[in-house]
């Protein structure tokens, strides 16, 4: 997949297919409109989507800017995994806050991409003070031959899978909604770093993740996970939280992994196929904490023993 950091016409001149999103998370909705995107590209036809580096609310609303499902690496990777052949990914900045949604569509969507269809999904709005939708691009892009499709949203438990609604079900806690929205497995990724060594000091060494800050994480808590290091598979446990046995202030995410040796300092590992074990909650000594670590050890060592 190529990616365009600017809107510019692309050297090429064979047909392109549009469609236009943040897609954060690509979640089962969004993958929908990227099926529908890819069913459009015909033979010689360029498949591309359009998507902002930063999500829109860090310009428009700098006091609401919604944690998110993936940093920016993450929806690249994601969106490259889908098929689809161009990316521009551009900076949502005044000049975009401020196009209007005709002069959008004429200009941008018509006239600098050139695109032979648009795909959006049904609730999509654009151009300044969000006026645009999915019917005036289809009434501005008809005189230009551009064919617009709305995807319809996806619906799960009569309800409309969304960003948002992915994002409340990780914050709760609940991953196995926000697995089943997402269509796979929720992923946390974070650079191994130096911590304060407790687990070293309890013979129960972890590796403590540096997680980009924009990044959705899941309730505090304990949860058995999967873990990816340098391409190889491990069982271990993850704690989010603040350390309370401990009097912590700062809120950490500490993974122990079944068999795992290595010091790993400085790179990256992931954490994936979350499951609640229990709560944080603190203990009055150290040794107490010890013994339910052990105890949480054992849901790692003999999974069939996980609760249901």
Known sequence: MKVHHRIEQPATQRPLVLAIGFFDGLH????????????????????????????????????????????????????????IDELFLVPFDERVARIGARAFCTDVIAGILGAKALVVGENFRFGAGREGDATLARETLAAYGTTVVAVPPFMDSDERVSSTRVRAAVLRGDMEAANRLLGESYAVRGRVVVGEGRGHDLDFPTANLAVPAEKTLPADGVYVVGARHDGRDYRGLVSIGTNPTFDGRTRTVEAWLLDFQETIYGQELTLRDFRFLREQRKFDSAEALLAQMREDATHVRFPSFLPA
């Open 28 to 83: 089962l909705g969004h993958r929908e409109i990227l099926r529908t995107l890819l069913r459009l590209r015909r033979p010689g036809y360029r498949a591309a989507v359009l998507s902002f580096r930063n999500h829109p609310s860090t310009f428009l609303r700098p006091d609401k800017v919604p944690p998110l499902l993936g940093t920016v690496e993450e929806r690249v990777n994601l969106l490259a995994s889908t098929g």
